[in-house]
Every structure is written in structure tokens, then in C-alpha cells.
């Protein structure tokens, strides 16, 4: 944690065009494993390397983010005034407040709100799921079984977030995505049954967190939760249009 505290160069502002291409991975279209099946993502996207860090959402927090309503839904902004929120619940924890850790507790709001003031979006559910499977359709984002240790979950026995590529053999084969399994849940924008559409409908979770056992973070496995909760398990990671072709 200690390059987190002095300045970790992998984790600069989302924003800039000149760190985009080390911190965003670019995902073709294609066919790619859905769940039982397969399903085509017909463009092609750039997804974060890593969940958001404690160090990027405190661009976010300087900036204004959690001030300007332009940077929000209509249901975020009417969210955090209600709540008068301003600051995620863990942001004072010397657990989890470390710059190269995922920021967590957030909502989904704030979740996307970051994701517009960074020109980008949340994942949906299809492409998340091929950036963790690959073109090969991994069960988990490495390429092979499931080692204890590999990556943050609770056989690991942290207890808290790691700094985000902390277990480089866990990166996702051939994309070099990380912390694709375990660390923490992030969040995508996609509601878990589509028949419950409403604000406050459960929206979907990916990727499994640090108190979890291995058939969580598998590339397929799905959890939800409602759009307000804020618990120390939960990030995010962000997305990126692909860069235009000359």
C-alpha cells in the first residue's frame, strides 16, 4: 500500500486521454460466453484495467462531483440530496481508504456518476461478463481452475480490499484485465430481473469480493442487490466508447 500512499503510477485521472491507453483495456466485438450460451457484443468497448481506486474518486470528490447535478441521473441527484451525501461511508476507514484500494460503499448512483464525470459508463451485465471470459469463455478470468489464493477472496484470509493488482496471476487471459475475481463486487447497469424495472429494482454484481468463496467469483456468477446499498464489498470499474478508426 505503500506506492498507493507516495503516488502509484498505473492509477492516474480516467479523464486523460494519455493514461487512457494504460488504464482501459480494449474488448472486440464478437461472440463471447453468456451465461449457458453465447451472446454477440456488437461493438467494441474499453473497460477499466482495475476497479476505480480511493485515488481516482478523490479526483471525482475535488472536482465537484458530489456538487454538481449535471454529473447525475435524475434518480442519483434526487438520491444523494434526499441523503445528503457527500462522501462514501468508508472514506475515513484506514481499512479500505488506502489510494490503490477500490473505493467501496458506494452506491450504484454515485457509481454512475463517476462514470459520466469520467466521459464513460457503467458495464452492462454481456459486457462485463466477456471481458472477464474472453474470447475462450474462461471459467475464471486466468484461463484455469481455481488455485486458493490466486486472487482476493477469503481463502486468501485478507479481510479487507487489496490494492488492485496485487495477484497478477489472476489477470484475465489474453485481455490483461485484473481483479476481474475477488477484491469487490462492482457494480453494472443492468437490472437483475427484467421484469423489475423500477428505481429502486435490484441491479446487478459482478465479479465476487474478498469474504468470498471461489464458486462466487467465477466469470458467470451473478449477484444483486438495490441501488442504494453502500457496504464495503461493492466498487465498480468504468467504460469507455472504443477509440474511433481513421
Known amino acids: 500500500?505503500?506506492?498507493?500512499?507516495?503516488?502509484?503510477?498505473?492509477?492516474?485521472?480516467?479523464?486523460?486521454?494519455?493514461?487512457?491507453?494504460?488504464?482501459?483495456?480494449?474488448?472486440?466485438?464478437?461472440?463471447?460466453?453468456?451465461?449457458e450460451g453465447q451472446r454477440e457484443i456488437k461493438e467494441p468497448f474499453r473497460i477499466g484495467r482495475y476497479p476505480v481506486t480511493n485515488g481516482q474518486y478523490g479526483i471525482f470528490i475535488a472536482d465537484g462531483g458530489y456538487?454538481?447535478?449535471?454529473?447525475?441521473?435524475?434518480?442519483?441527484?434526487?438520491?444523494?440530496?434526499?441523503?445528503?451525501?457527500?462522501?462514501?461511508?468508508?472514506?475515513?476507514?484506514?481499512?479500505?481508504?488506502?489510494?490503490?484500494?477500490?473505493?467501496?460503499?458506494?452506491?450504484?448512483?454515485?457509481?454512475?456518476?463517476?462514470?459520466?464525470?469520467?466521459?464513460?459508463?457503467?458495464?452492462?451485465?454481456?459486457?462485463?461478463?466477456?471481458?472477464?471470459?474472453?474470447?475462450?469463455?474462461?471459467?475464471?478470468?486466468?484461463?484455469?481452475?481455481?488455485?486458493?489464493?490466486?486472487?482476493?477472496?477469503?481463502?486468501?484470509?485478507?479481510?479487507?480490499?487489496?490494492p488492485v493488482g496485487l495477484f497478477p496471476r489472476s489477470a484475465q487471459v489474453p485481455l490483461g484485465l485484473e481483479d476481474l475475481a475477488g477484491n469487490c463486487w462492482e457494480w453494472c447497469d443492468d437490472f437483475y430481473a427484467e421484469g423489475k424495472r423500477e428505481v429502486g429494482s435490484s441491479r446487478v454484481l459482478r465479479g465476487g469480493a474478498f469474504v468470498f468463496r471461489a464458486r462466487f467469483l467465477r466469470s458467470s456468477d451473478r449477484n444483486w442487490v438495490v441501488p442504494r446499498v453502500r457496504v464495503r464489498t461493492i466498487g465498480f470499474r468504468c467504460v469507455l466508447a472504443a477509440p474511433r478508426q481513421p
Request: aromatic share 16%; proline share 8%; with cysteine.
Open 1 to 35: 500500500m505503500v506506492l498507493g500512499l507516495v503516488g502509484d503510477p498505473r492509477l492516474g485521472d480516467p479523464r486523460d486521454p494519455a493514461w487512457q491507453g494504460q488504464g482501459f483495456v480494449l474488448v472486440p466485438a464478437g461472440r463471447y460466453a453468456w451465461q
Open 67 to 162: 456538487r454538481e447535478a449535471r454529473w447525475w441521473s435524475t434518480d442519483g441527484w434526487a438520491w444523494r440530496e434526499a441523503g445528503s451525501v457527500d462522501l462514501p461511508p468508508y472514506w475515513q476507514d484506514s481499512r479500505f481508504n488506502t489510494a490503490n484500494q477500490p473505493v467501496v460503499g458506494v452506491s450504484f448512483w454515485e457509481a454512475d456518476a463517476f462514470c459520466r464525470w469520467a466521459g464513460g459508463r457503467l458495464p452492462r451485465e454481456r459486457e462485463w461478463e466477456a471481458a472477464a471470459r474472453g474470447p475462450q469463455g474462461y471459467e475464471y478470468p486466468w484461463g484455469g481452475k481455481w488455485e486458493d489464493g490466486i486472487c482476493n477472496s477469503d481463502a486468501a484470509g485478507l479481510g479487507v480490499t487489496s
